[in-house]
C-alpha cells in the first residue's frame, strides 16, 4: 500500500454535471474538500440539494439541462458571475437505458445521443471558450464507458454513443492544446453507483458478473474521482487526449477461475521431446 495523495485546489473553479447522485455526487465532494469552488449542475433539483448539503458557500448548485444549448451558456455566465472564470469542467452526466436492438425505440436512442454527445459537445466547447476568454490554462475531462470498447447486449445506444465521446475528445485535445486546455477522457467499468436494494434482476446479474471481474469487486465512486483529481491537477500535465480506464482491469479480461489449464503438458517446451502418459 502506498501513502496518501492530497490535491489542493485551492482557488481553482470547478463544475461538476451529472452532480446529482453517483460519481458526479462523489466529485463534487472531492473538489470541494481539495479546496476548490464547485458549480454542481444536474437537472434534478432534489439530488443536487443533497449533494451539496453541508458543503459551504464555495458550492454551488443550479439546475441544467446539458443538451440545452442556451442552458449551458446561462451555466458559464453564473459561473463567470460567482466564481469569476473557470479552470476545470468535468462531463460526467450520462443516461445509459439499455434495451435490446431489435425493440430500440428512435426517442430513447435520440435521448441517449442528445444527453450523452450533444451534451459533451456543448459543455466542452462551452466551458473551453469561457476558460480561454479568461486567459486561463483549463481541463475538461470527459466520461466513457468500458462499455465503448465492448459489445454487450441492449448497450447499442449507450456502448456507441460512449465510444463517440472518446472520438470527440481526442479531436478537441488536438484543438484545445494550443490554448493549454487539456481534455482527456475517464472510461470506468462496473462502479458501485446504484442506491440500494437493488432490483431482482440486477442483483442477479451482477452477483454473476463480480466474482469474473480481474479484482472481484466493483470500483468505488470515490476512486473515480481521485482519477478525475488527478487529471484535474498539475501532476498530469503531460497528459492529453488519453482514454483512461477504471475498471479493476475488466476490460483487459476476466479473473482466472483456477490454475492456468491450457499448458499441453505431452511436450517438453525446452528439448521439444514428448513425455510419456
Ligand atoms: N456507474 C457505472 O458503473 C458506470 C460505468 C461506466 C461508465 N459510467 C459513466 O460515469 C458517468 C457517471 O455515471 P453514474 O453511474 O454516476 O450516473 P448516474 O446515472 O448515477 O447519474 C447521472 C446524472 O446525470 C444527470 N443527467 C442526466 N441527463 C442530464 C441532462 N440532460 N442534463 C443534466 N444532467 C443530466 C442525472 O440526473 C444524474 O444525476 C456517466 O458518464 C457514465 O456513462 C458509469
Not at 239 to 260: E, K, Y
Request: with cysteine; hydrophobic share 45%; glycine share 10%.
Amino acid at each position: 500500500m502506498t501513502g496518501k495523495v492530497q490535491f489542493d485546489f485551492t482557488d481553482k473553479v470547478a463544475i461538476v454535471t451529472g452532480a446529482a447522485r453517483g460519481i458526479g455526487r462523489e466529485m463534487v465532494k472531492a473538489f470541494y474538500q481539495a479546496g476548490s469552488a464547485v458549480m454542481a449542475v444536474d437537472r434534478d433539483l432534489e439530488g443536487l440539494k443533497e449533494t451539496c448539503e453541508g458543503l459551504g458557500s464555495r458550492c454551488q448548485y443550479t439546475l441544467t439541462d446539458i443538451r440545452v444549448q442556451a442552458e449551458v451558456d446561462s451555466l458559464m455566465g453564473l459561473v463567470e458571475d460567482r466564481f469569476g472564470g473557470l479552470d476545470v469542467c468535468v462531463n460526467n452526466a450520462a443516461v445509459a437505458p439499455h434495451t435490446a436492438l431489435l425493440e430500440e425505440r428512435v426517442e430513447v436512442w435520440d435521448t441517449v445521443y442528445a444527453v450523452n454527445c450533444r451534451g459533451t459537445f456543448l459543455m466542452t466547447q462551452a466551458a473551453a471558450r469561457l476558460m480561454i476568454a479568461g486567459g486561463r490554462a483549463g481541463r475538461i475531462i470527459n466520461f466513457s464507458s468500458a462499455a465503448a470498447k465492448r459489445g454487450s447486449a441492449g448497450g447499442a445506444a449507450y456502448a456507441s454513443s460512449r465510444a463517440a465521446t472518446e472520438s470527440f475528445s481526442r479531436v478537441a485535445a488536438i484543438e484545445l492544446a494550443p490554448h493549454n486546455i487539456l481534455v482527456n477522457t475517464v472510461s470506468p467499468g462496473l462502479i458501485d453507483t446504484q442506491p440500494k436494494p437493488l432490483p431482482p434482476h440486477m442483483e442477479k446479474s451482477l452477483g454473476a458478473r463480480i466474482p469474473t471481474l480481474p479484482l472481484a469487486r466493483p470500483g468505488w465512486p470515490g476512486e473515480v474521482a481521485d482519477l478525475v483529481l488527478f487529471l484535474a491537477s498539475e501532476a498530469s500535465g503531460y497528459i492529453t487526449g488519453a482514454v483512461i480506464s477504471i475498471d479493476g482491469g475488466s476490460s483487459v479480461g476476466t479473473r482466472p477461475a483456477g490454475a492456468v489449464v491450457d499448458d499441453d503438458v505431452r511436450y517438453d517446451w525446452v528439448t521439444g521431446a514428448q513425455r510419456d502418459g
